[in-house]
């Protein structure tokens, strides 16, 4: 383990995040209703504590209650390892890269474990369909990061930050880019990979039979989730905290509030694709494009 965060750092970092999901829950409604409600997300969670807890009789207890808590952990874990500027990461690890695919794993199974436990069809549908979208995205995600890794020669965040020197990932690999973009949407099961929730077609999918507090939980959660995926595209392909004139840290939100913007923004101009087709552009198209990237980014070390 490398050096880590001091306190005032790590409060400094909470509080970005944190600021950074609840602007996260302003834009998601921005991008179904075409307008800002600054204070729609504390009306929303107060009619969800307020709400009464209506919880499936068949269930299985402690997946059932291990779902919402575990998609949350899933979130902000991978949090924790990107650093937002060269001395804000809460927590520096020499194997941060491989750390944040693996919190992100969780995602699945929490998404799983939900459908599962709720014993119900459209709650059980939901999350076999996710686990068919990590087939999916998995394999072009973890081989785009790879070959950050190549360019950085170190899998420690801030040094494939300072890798970028000169020249930030989206143009040295623009291929990595886009499938690692991709893949950030189905892993966040957004629009138009929105399959395993499904609004209008399963009626909330894998959280279909989830109420009140544990209903919010996911749905924090899941923006939780796309904060960190949109900071890792930040660290990983933006060029991080590095920018001219403004402190590292505001570079960093501004690049990841463009970042998640455009995920909800796509979602309004895209129909939701069919998980057959998903699978066969994956396994067809993403995982080959993946192979070129790895084979791109190696020639112009080479070079």
Known sequence: MENSATLPTTLLVVLLFAGGVYALAVLEYWSVAGRLAWARPVRLA???LAREEIRPRQRDAVFYETAPVLLLAAGTLAAAVLPWSASAPLLSLATGALFVNAAFAYVMVALVLGGWSSNGAYAMIGGWRF????????MPMVMALTATVMRAESMVPVRIVLSQRGLWNIVYQPVGF???????LALAFLPPFDLPVAAGELAGGAWADFTGARRLLLRL??????MSLAVTITVFYLGGWQGPGLPGVVWTLLKTLLVAASFFGVGRYVSRVRYDLMLEWS?????????????WVGILLLL
């Open 46 to 48: 107060l009619k969800l």
């Open 131 to 138: 686990l068919g979208q990590l087939l999916a995205y998995s």
């Open 283 to 295: 396994w067809k198209y993403a995982t080959p494009a993946a192979l070129f990237n790895i084979l």
């Open 221 to 226: 959660g899941r923006l939780s989730l796309v």
């Open 178 to 184: 886009g499938l690692f973009y991709l893949a950030a």
